[in-house]
């Protein structure tokens, strides 16, 4: 039977056509239903479906303008705070910490003591042989501590990672907590065991009978090159066992298999893998060995001046700020740099 709400909208459209003298619509269901065959079952006639299509649009219309930006019945509201609002406490405590006192350091080291603003003290500082030692030092120091910590600093990691011995767990831990000693405290380390006083002396002295022991190195520019090395090769090792944990064990048994010896196997395989964890690891070691401050002065290494050492003796002990504060400058201006060079790497290997 066709649904009574349908035929009571027919029969009034019927009436109404009528009435008004026009011949009343007819649709496909009504056609069929006078050839004989069954109404399909609600199935609207053309002029319902239009009429309740335009309700529904009505409907939509009103309910869209009733509601909010957030879904229906929720009132509008109003323009947040913007974005660049709540950026700016942080960067007023950053220019206030940072930014304010290092431009204070090169507005001194733009007065000179005769007053006014030149580069003047730049001029002298860059004139002195005692500036161009210490950038000498500095950089061949940094150089040669960072060429150690990724030779030893790799060798170190390939044994732990590659060779199991009891123990290996824990030497990992070591390193990941050796990471947060301070410089000076390696430093006193290598001074009980190979200072004036130190160990290895005491007992050269006690076996030979000799008035003082032959280890006196530390004192030397190669003690500090042997305590920066010994301080800072875990900060090679860290990212490289991390590397090594990722290395796809399967491609060592294939080249073993192959018959390639272990050089070959290093060289050719593990290497590769390697090369990001060494390019991150030993810009940072640049870095930090470039501004190294307390390995120096606490070896006591006489004739070893670097740019650190330089700015300390300037401002402590000659109270020479303005030349102090071109020496600051130009160590900034270096670090700054080697750091670009250092982010620019780790995002170019992927480290």
Known sequence: MPDAPQSAVRRGLRRASGRAGVPAPTSPVDGAAGAGHPAGAGTPSPPVRDAAAGQERTEAASSRAASGPDGPGTPRQ??????????LPPVAIL????VYPLALVV???LSPDEGGTSFAPYTRVFASAAFRDALTTTVWLAVGSTLGCLILGFTLALINAFVPFPGGKAVAKFIDVFLSFPSFLITLALLFIYGTVGMANGLWTDVTGAAEGPFHFLSTPGGVLLAEITYFTPFVMRPLLAAFS???TAQLEVASSLGARPARIVRRVILPEALPALAAGGSLVLV???NEFGIV???????VTTLPMLVYGKAILESDYPAACVVAVVNITISVGLYSLYRMVSRRVGA
């Open 297 to 303: 002065l606490f070896t006591g290494a006489k004739g």
């Open 95 to 98: 220019g206030l910490v940072f």
């Open 107 to 109: 507005q001194q080291s």
């Open 288 to 290: 930090m060995c470039l």
């Open 78 to 87: 109003p323009r947040g705070t913007p974005r660049f609002v709540w950026a």
């Open 246 to 248: 990722q290395l796809d």
